[in-house]
């Protein structure tokens, strides 16, 4: 066996991380000297580290390590983590791409001179919703679909923020193709006319609008000519947000967030290459 000292250098690891693993039971040594507290490993234990310390490259926890290394590690149960960790890496690979594109702009908007601040890359959460869509006549006719959302949810004691996915709008399509949302913090059973389950995350270019109708049209210029002079293309319908009252028009002091969902568009691959 050895001694403490001589497994770390073996390891490559420090003699404070093998007694600190010892502390929390993820490495015990395989004895310990009552008389002098030496700790003792045997070379069989280098195994057992290296499984440790693969999994902390991935990021997993000393506590989710632990626990998968209490039992015998499946192949399903070495699946479902690498799964699970492989979803969490991409949530956040998407949220700092996002963060580097909105640097990126900054920095291209300060050389133009033109304001940066107002329209905003960012990688929005999934969330619940409460869903309603039909074929409008009029961007007002709205109304009429969360005004019947709320009474469904009104049973369930449910609220929330409400929002619609414009599938269709009036100059680019010949009808209005609305999707209304109420958002919630968790399931409601559904019916035959509202739909209930999770908005998917998404990379969007956003911007704030305060004000009726009347002005809107203009926020919307901003973040289509924003999006393709950054290089982006649509990868979805527009978005909107309502953060105060109910409706999207017609009101002065209502704020709308619009949002695009975008991607990098793939740039051409040179001719000869």
């Known amino acids: 066996m050895l001694r403490i000292g001589d497994f770390a250098r073996l390891s490559q690891m420090s003699v404070k991380a093998l007694r600190f693993y010892d502390e929390i039971g993820l490495l ?16 069989s234990l280098l195994s057992r580290l290296n499984q440790i310390l693969a999994f902390k490259e991935l990021g997993v926890s000393l506590a989710e390590i632990a ?19 492989r979803l969490e890496l ?10 580097l594109a909105q640097v990126d702009a900054w920095l291209q908007e300060l050389t133009t001179g033109a304001p940066a601040q107002q329209i905003v890359l960012k990688q929005t959460p999934t969330q619940f919703v409460a ?4 074929t409008l006549s009029s ?11 709320q009474d469904y949810l009104r049973q369930y004691k449910r609220t929330g923020q409400r929002a ?5 709008c009036a ?10 949302l109420i958002l919630l913090e968790d399931r409601v059973p559904e019916n035959n006319r509202v739909r ?14 305060e004000g009726s109708e009347e002005t809107i049209e203009q926020s919307y210029r901003d973040v289509r000519g924003w999006i393709k002079s950054h290089g982006y293309a649509l990868a979805g319908p527009t978005r909107e947000y309502y953060w105060q009252e109910a409706r999207a028009h017609s009101d002065a002091s209502e704020i709308t967030e619009i949002q695009y969902p975008i991607f990098i568009k793939p740039q051409p691959i040179p001719a000869g290459n």
């Open 67 to 85: 626990q998968l290394l209490q039992t015998n590690l499946s192949g399903e149960q070495l699946r479902g983590t690498l799964e699970r960790k």
């Open 171 to 180: 100059g680019s399509s010949d009808h209005i193709d609305c999707e209304a």
């Open 196 to 209: 209930v389950y999770e908005l998917a995350s998404d990379t969007v270019a956003t911007i704030i609008h």
């Open 28 to 43: 015990k040594p395989t004895f310990v000297d009552r008389t002098t507290g030496y700790r003792y490993y045997a070379p």
């Open 131 to 134: 869903s309603m869509r039909s």
């Open 90 to 99: 991409s949530r956040r690979i998407a949220s700092e791409q996002a963060q």
């Open 164 to 168: 619609a996915i414009w599938h269709a």
């Open 139 to 149: 961007y007002d006719d709205a109304d009429e679909l969360f005004i019947e959302l």
